[in-house]
Every structure is written in C-alpha cells, then in structure tokens.
T-cell receptor, first 113, second 113 residues
Framework: QQQVKQSPQSLIVQKGGISIINCAYE??????FPWYQQFPGKGPALLIA?????SEKKEGRFTISFNKSAKQFSLHIMDSQPGDSATYFC????????????FGEGTQLTVNP | DTAVSQTPKYLVTQMGNDKSIKCEQN?????MYWYKQDSKKFLKIMFS???????INETVPNRFSPKSPDKAHLNLHINSLELGDSAVYFC????????????FGPGTRLTVT
C-alpha cells in the first residue's frame, strides 16, 4: 500500500519557469512532510519541510504548499534553473513512528537552458 | 569531511554469494538507517538502529542482516544474493530517533549477475 503518492513521474521545464510537484497522502496521523532532492550518483538531501499547522513554507526559490483537508502538499520551484535538475522525493512521517519516513515515488525534474 | 560514508561504492557479484556493505557517520548521531532504492528510484526503509539497538525492521528477507558495532557504524550483510537484490543501498543517520531530518550517504550500487 503506497501511503504517499507523487506526481508527475517526470517533468521538463524551461529555465526561469515554475516547477510544480504534487503529493497526496492517506494517513492523517502524518505530521511532518519533507522534500528531498537527489542528484545523480548522490544520496537524497533534505530540501525543505513543513508541518501541518502551516499552509505554506518558503525558502528561497522553493515553496511547500500544504492542504490538510485535501491531504495534499506540493513543491513549487520558482525561476527554475538547470542546476535544479534532479529527482525530487516527497515524504511523510508521524511522531509515533519516530523518524520513519515514507517516500513518494519520486519526480525526475529536467530544467532546459 | 564526509558526514555519512559507505563502502564500497560499487559492488558486482554473482548470485548465491554473500556480501557486506559498511556505513560510518561522523556526525555524532544516535540513529542510523538502511534504505533500498530500486531501479525505479523508489526509496524504502529496511532497518533502523538507535544507539546500537534495532528499532525498525521492515519486511525484509532474512538474508539481510544489519549489525551495529557502535552508534557510528551500521553494516549490512546479505547472504545468498539474488538478482532482485540489485539496487542502490543508502545508509542514513539522524541525531536521534525522533528527529525527522535524515542525512544520507552516497549509496552503494549492488549488481547481482
């Protein structure tokens, strides 16, 4: 059972455009929603994270939007750059499970120059 | 200084062999993890140790056996390797088991022929 569903599987954006990746979750007990960025040949690295008590969190060009009632959250990358080309994973965790992360399937983002 | 390191980076072996992957973190973290990333890049947790104690043991074949000699090291031993074990294995760590951010190593690409 896939508890966190991510879309699209792949995304191609022109330089300067907005990249949007969406995730939906099923378990209402989840209380932490991070996004990880993975470059080829590297391990994933935390990009930005949000808790369900806020609807939006922004760090530089990266913004998480969170909709608790719809059980959805999304990553927006403004002014996308070729250096943003990577695989992005959403994830979810709940306090009672410690730091166990349930990952989405990943989105391969390509930003064309 | 490498925060989370894994050896080897690449491992090619034949079916039926036994192999080990080693992980070390110099962050002073209490909690360490093993993840498997399959050919579709899906990340799934396998095991987690907190201060050398096993706290997460997902549905993984008994052929996989983690060992934590101390809290800075977490090794993964795999017996009787099968073709389906081919994947990238990531080690990760976090400061403590209820701390959500995880720091990933560079991965070990295991190919079973």
């Amino acid at each position: 059972q896939q508890q966190v569903k991510q879309s699209p599987q792949s995304l191609i954006v022109q330089k300067g455009g907005i990249s949007i990746i969406n995730c939906a979750y099923e378990n209402t007990a989840f209380d932490y929603f991070p996004w990880y960025q993975q470059f080829p040949g590297k391990g994933p690295a935390l990009l930005i994270a949000i808790r369900p008590d806020v609807s939006e969190k922004k760090e530089g060009r990266f913004t998480i939007s969170f909709n608790k009632s719809a059980k959805q959250f999304s990553l927006h990358i403004m002014d996308s750059q070729p250096g943003d080309s990577a695989t992005y994973f959403c994830a979810a965790s709940k306090e009672t499970s410690g730091s166990r992360l349930t990952f989405g399937e990943g989105t391969q983002l390509t930003v064309n120059p | 200084d490498t925060a989370v390191s894994q050896t080897p980076k690449y491992l090619v072996t034949q079916m039926g062999n036994d192999k080990s992957i080693k992980c070390e973190q110099n962050l002073g973290h209490d909690t360490m993890y093993w993840y498997k990333q399959d050919s579709k890049k899906f990340l799934k947790i396998m095991f987690s140790y907190n201060n050398k104690e096993l706290i997460i043991n997902e549905t993984v074949p008994n052929r996989f056996s983690p060992k934590s000699p101390d809290k800075a090291h977490l090794n993964l031993h795999i017996n009787s390797l099968e073709l389906g074990d081919s994947a990238v294995y990531f080690c990760a760590s976090s400061p403590r088991q209820d701390y959500y951010e995880q720091y990933f190593g560079p991965g070990t690409r295991l190919t079973v022929t």
